[in-house]
């Protein structure tokens, strides 16, 4: 999944200094730690490892996939701050490259030390599970270096949602059940709901840096309706389906519980006030991937 928004509370350009005015130490490894863009990064890696021991996989090889995925999502996220930070020095100053917390240099070996670590650590799975992750990179560079910052953002974000339980299944069975065949197309919708949510949390920022996102193409009103209407269509679809295939009464209490953390960060970020709505993305991204590992648990469709 593409890399996110900065999330509340982001320091700015404050330094630390060291021998020679230069940031701390602390402050140059909490620069790093953002550089990851670790929400999503690590969001992805758990959704990947969840669906891998749903699949059937042992402890290690789950984590050993969400740890691919992870890292795979570091190097998307730094490659994101290096591209961005020429103009995010004028508009983003808690970034930490615009902010000397991290030199660009160190920013672009991030980016290939996360694919390479990631590519290695999904090599064990087979030449399908490395397919899948050079695909996931060509997905995340592609919303970093073409689609961030205009209409079609949503593309990659829709494309690349459905990879996480792809990768985390492939990487466990070396194919996909049949239950694919509806999960797909609903994290498709989910990661087009998502992409809005993540635009709205940069509304403020995006204006300044004159970008224009598919959130501001939209407007405030309309963007929140439609992060509503295709998340909440994803999570009544997801619940009716477990339903009509005979899943147990724990798996629709979890199904359910998963919604409602979906639905909480939907009403969460309808507000004007970019903390709230940064808050609010997030609640979606964990209650869909919540969801996303309680339906492939849950659901009989060819598992």
Known sequence: MPGGSDGPGAPGAARVPGAAGRPGTSVRLRGLIRLAH??????????????????????????????SMTALQVSIGALNDVIDAPTDAGHKPGKPIPAGLVPRRLGLAVVVGGAGIGLALGAPSGSATVALAIVGLAIGFGYDLVFKGTVWSWVPFAVGIPL???????????????????????AVVAGAGLSVANARADT???????????????????????????????????????????????DLVCAVGAGLVVGLGVFVGR???????????ELQAVGAGLLAAVWLAGTPLGG
Request: aromatic letters at 6%; zero cysteines; a neutral charge.
């Open 271 to 281: 507000g004007r006030d970019r903390t709230r709505r940064e808050w609010g993305w």
């Open 38 to 67: 670790p929400f999503p990064s690590l969001l992805d890696g758990l959704v990947v490892g969840a669906v891998a021991l749903v699949a059937g996989g042992d402890g290690l090889t789950a984590a050993r996939l969400a740890l």
């Open 164 to 186: 996480l339980p792809v990768y985390g299944w492939v990487g466990v069975a070396g194919s996909l059940p049949g239950s694919f065949v509806v999960l797909v197309p609903l």
């Open 204 to 250: 403020e920022l995006d204006t300044a840096a004159g970008v224009q996102s598919v959130a501001l193409h939209l407007g405030e009103r309309r963007s929140w309706l439609v992060d509503a209407v295709l998340l909440g269509a994803v999570v009544i679809v997801a619940i009716a389906t477990l339903a009509a295939t005979g899943a147990s009464a724990i």
